[in-house]
């Protein structure tokens, strides 16, 4: 059997394409320049993970940060470790709701078990 030849001749395709994108991806298409990709999965690869604050991983249970606060902010050794902390709590949805709108609305049983969070591991 012959194979078939896969010149094309360029006047083909300036005939047919206007632009040279148009080119291009005929010429690869005929060429078989051009894979059809699969588009990746969005589990499969890396992925950042859960935020875990490691040094309040390895506390002792009892044991806790001291944090010192100047006009209402946390500056010291522990701040950044607070911050941490403080983030991964509100990104919690069983620690503090999501649909609420003002602090009236959360019970004084939730608000207590906010607070509890954010104290078990810190001295404030």
């Known amino acids: 059997m012959r194979k078939k030849s896969t010149m ?5 395709f300036t005939k ?3 632009c040279d ?3 291009t991806y005929a010429l690869n ?9 699969k588009k990746p999965d969005k589990r499969s690869g890396k992925t950042r993970g859960r935020n875990k604050c490691k040094e309040i991983a390895k ?8 944090i010192e606060f100047y006009r209402n902010r946390a500056v010291g050794e522990n701040y950044d470790v607070f911050v941490r ?7 919690d949805t069983n620690i503090c709701p999501l649909r609420v709108h003002r602090w009236k ?4 049983r939730q608000l207590e078990h906010m607070w509890q969070a ?3 591991c810190v001295i404030l």
């Open 8 to 12: 094309v001749s360029f006047s083909f």
């Open 16 to 18: 047919f394409c206007f």
């Open 21 to 23: 994108l148009c080119f």
């Open 29 to 37: 298409l005929i060429t078989g320049g051009v894979s059809k990709k």
């Open 59 to 66: 506390l002792k249970p009892g044991e806790k940060l001291p």
């Open 85 to 91: 902390h403080l983030g991964i709590i509100v990104r």
């Open 105 to 108: 609305d959360i019970g004084d």
């Open 118 to 120: 954010v104290t078990v």
